[in-house]
């Protein structure tokens, strides 16, 4: 039976895709699925050879036809978003500031405004040494898209049944939003990375909270352990009051920053940080393949 | 009494899908007359779609839900439009129904 494991954390920067590059090294097979479409990384260390590559359609936008328009102004006055200007004697939209909403369109007295399908991103399939990976990459400017990485998901569900792969490792998107959810539903398990500072335990609470509302079993992993062991101590004892389990302790560890400055995953290097990791990997193949 | 389920196929005998709003189709399943229509779920809209589905239900009339758990947003709506949902993971809709009708299916709010 397929396995979805996604990889999250309610802050950003704690190490999600470092260890999803992990766990991808240390799966005999798998499909990745890279689901920070906003800013994507795990290409970097994966370096995925696209095979396919597919438009995404995720929004709409105004346009306006100048030969249709009377200047009349009422467009400009119903845009909530501020985004029809009037420069040289005529109005233009702008298009970064419409959200598509299709007030000016219904409010135009000459039909010169229609909303048309917008280009919000790309996703790929891809091929690494480890197996397939599927991912994105949304445009610039564009909100950050739940149905973007829905679609990056469906596409290695589909290609790890096809190929018969009984693992689907997901780098989540960070944060507890619309993205995030995206990430971690209905998956089987999720790995929650935590960081020893202030924003990192309150974000940890976030996700936490998140996670549970989809019921999900989880655990929880502390990178970078010792460089606020006060923080630390503070991490593990909410873990223990709402008896999540905390799956390892990632010390700081300078090959890490060596590892990804030569682009590669710090598996490849014998360390404390890879030791951890390989020990945290155990752990979760235990529970989740087992199940 | 309507029951929506969201699946991956137009039947009984399709799986209930991984996610709700985003499901490919809604079988809106009548349980007197043990008929069922499909609507086909035309997730079109890259956020937000959560609500949009709810209103799906809101408008066929839908007293029950049986889906993958839905989002933060989704169960706000379903709540406040007192739609009952329950956990459909991993099920085929004719044992989701079977289930559903014996009081064996997990209720989520």
Redesign the interface.
């Known amino acids: 039976m397929l396995r979805q494991i996604a990889i999250v954390s309610g802050k950003g920067g704690t190490g999600k895709t470092t260890l999803s590059a992990s766990f991808s090294y240390l799966t005999r097979e798998r499909v990745m699925a890279d689901c920070d479409v906003d800013a994507p990384n795990l290409h970097i260390i994966l370096k995925p050879e696209v095979k396919n590559a597919h438009k995404y359609i995720g929004s709409k936008k105004a346009i306006l036809d100048q030969s249709k328009c009377v200047k009349c102004g009422i467009c400009q006055q119903v845009c909530r978003f501020d985004a029809i200007s009037f420069d040289d004697d005529k109005y233009f939209i702008k298009e970064y500031a419409c959200e598509g909403c299709n007030a000016c369109v219904m409010k135009c007295p000459t039909k010169a405004l229609k909303l048309i399908d917008s280009l919000s991103g790309e996703y790929y399939l891809s091929e690494t040494q480890k197996g397939p990976m599927a991912h994105a990459l949304l445009q610039p400017g564009e909100e950050t898209t739940g149905g973007l990485i829905a679609e990056v998901r469906k596409e290695a569900v589909r290609v790890a049944r096809e190929k018969d792969i009984p693992i689907v490792v997901i780098d989540g998107a960070p944060g507890i939003g619309c993205p995030a959810t995206s990430s971690v539903t209905s998956a089987n398990y999720v790995v929650i990375v935590a960081e020893p500072t202030m924003s990192g335990l309150h974000d940890l609470k976030r996700i936490v909270q998140t996670v549970e509302h989809f019921r999900i079993p989880m655990g929880i992993v502390i990178n970078k352990y010792n460089i606020n062991e006060f923080q630390t101590n503070k991490i593990e004892k909410y873990c223990e009051d709402r008896s999540l389990e905390i799956l390892g302790k990632i010390p700081y560890d300078a090959t890490v920053k060596t590892a990804t400055e030569q682009a590669k995953s710090i598996m490849f290097y014998e360390c404390p940080a890879s030791h951890e990791i390989r020990k945290i990997w155990n752990k979760i193949e235990n529970k989740v393949m087992k199940r | 009494m309507k029951i929506m389920l969201a699946t991956n196929e137009p039947s009984l005998e399709s799986q209930i899908a991984?996610?709700f709003a985003?499901a490919p189709y809604f079988l809106v399943y009548e349980d007197k007359s043990n008929k069922y229509k499909v609507i086909e779920n035309n997730?079109?809209?890259?956020?937000g779609?959560g609500p949009k589905a709810v209103q799906i239900a809101i408008d066929n009339k839908v007293k029950v839900l049986i889906s993958?758990?839905p989002?933060?947003n989704a169960?706000e709506a379903l709540k406040s439009s007192e739609i009952d949902v329950y956990?459909g993971?991993g099920l085929k809709v004719s044992e989701a129904l079977e289930k559903f009708k014996n009081g064996e299916l997990k209720k989520v709010s």
């Open positions: 991984d996610r985003r997730a079109d809209i890259s956020r779609m993958a758990l989002g933060g169960m956990d993971r």
